[in-house]
């Protein structure tokens, strides 16, 4: 029973992971990492360490080569195609690039995610508002994401994530584009969410910016993970 209860306290269980590209590129190399539920905490490395590789992993949009990866209880080695997009539902994605769509409102970028599930124009009004409320840009709902700064479209990028109401907040190199203080202003808006019970696991190289937050930091080197 204790190994099943301590399942159930895991977001993220990564055992013996290893990722290997068709050119042969180890990217993973004997992955050992367990992430508790409602945890936050920092995977810092090099750029090409393998970062990026096992966000991806984690959110479901690559595929580990061999080994154990479970994440909420899922079992993503084995989890069938027509069962992926429940599973992304409850995982938020912040990427370095907001990637938003420059000629539609910011309101209009963060719904998406609820238009795609199916919700109704009510309910998505409603957490979009609240998203965006949660961001401090509710007054910049009706902004092209192409009027908005910088920082705006990060924070933009960080509503459409997490107005699903994740379980899992995943973010690669969300501050990478931005000046120290508006990267600070980011990390503590992921600290805020992380505050109310989402699980939160951020891949950075700024090391000035995280090592004096008190939260667990992971560094990977080639691959493999150095904590």
Same mark, same amino acid.
């Given at each position: 029973?204790?190994?099943?209860?301590?399942?159930?306290? &895991?977001? #993220?269980?990564?055992? !013996?992971?290893?990722?290997?590209?068709?050119?042969? /590129?180890? =990217? +993973?190399?004997?992955?050992?990492?367990?992430?508790?539920?409602?945890?936050?905490?920092?995977?810092?490395?090099?750029?090409?360490?393998?970062?990026?590789?096992?966000?991806?992993?984690?959110?479901?949009?690559?595929?580990?080569?061999?080994?154990?990866?479970?994440?909420?209880?899922?079992?993503?080695?084995?989890?069938?195609?027509?069962?992926?997009?429940?599973?992304?539902?409850?995982?938020?994605?912040?990427?370095?690039?907001?990637?938003?769509?420059?000629?539609?409102?910011?309101?209009?970028?963060?719904?998406?995610? &609820?238009? #795609?599930?199916?919700? !109704?124009?009510?309910?998505?009004?409603?957490?979009? /508002?609240? =998203? +965006?409320?949660?961001?401090?840009?509710?007054?910049?709902?009706?902004?092209?994401?192409?009027?908005?700064?910088?920082?705006?479209?990060?924070?933009?990028?960080?509503?459409?994530?997490?107005?699903?109401?994740?379980?899992?907040?995943?973010?690669?190199?969300?501050?990478?584009?931005?000046?120290?203080?508006?990267?600070?202003?980011?990390?503590?808006?992921?600290?805020?969410?992380?505050?109310?019970?989402?699980?939160?696991?951020?891949?950075?190289?700024?090391?000035?910016?995280?090592?004096?937050?008190?939260?667990?930091?992971?560094? #990977?080197?080639?691959?493999?993970?150095?904590?």
């Amino acid at each position: 029973m204790r190994g099943n209860d301590e399942a159930t306290k &895991l977001m #993220i269980k990564f055992t !013996n992971l290893y990722k290997k590209y068709p050119n042969g /590129h180890e =990217a +993973l190399i004997r992955i050992h990492f367990h992430l508790k539920k409602g945890e936050m905490t920092f995977l810092t490395g090099h750029s090409g360490a393998g970062k990026s590789t096992f966000l991806n992993i984690a959110g479901s949009l690559e595929k580990a080569t061999r080994g154990q990866a479970e994440v909420n209880g899922v079992d993503l080695m084995t989890i069938k195609r027509k069962a992926l997009p429940a599973f992304r539902q409850r995982v938020g994605i912040v990427l370095q690039n907001p990637h938003l769509l420059p000629d539609k409102t910011a309101f209009e970028n963060v719904s998406l995610p &609820l238009i #795609i599930a199916g919700f !109704n124009k009510t309910e998505t009004k409603k957490r979009v /508002h609240a =998203a +965006l409320d949660k961001v401090r840009l509710l007054s910049k709902g009706n902004f092209l994401a192409e009027e908005l700064s910088t920082g705006e479209q990060q924070r933009i990028a960080l509503a459409r994530a997490i107005v699903n109401k994740p379980d899992l907040l995943l973010a690669d190199e969300p501050t990478g584009n931005l000046d120290p203080d508006l990267a600070r202003e980011i990390i503590q808006l992921f600290t805020e969410f992380n505050q109310v019970g989402t699980t939160v696991l951020i891949a950075t190289h700024d090391i000035e910016l995280i090592k004096t937050l008190p939260y667990r930091i992971i560094k #990977i080197e080639a691959g493999r993970l150095v904590e």
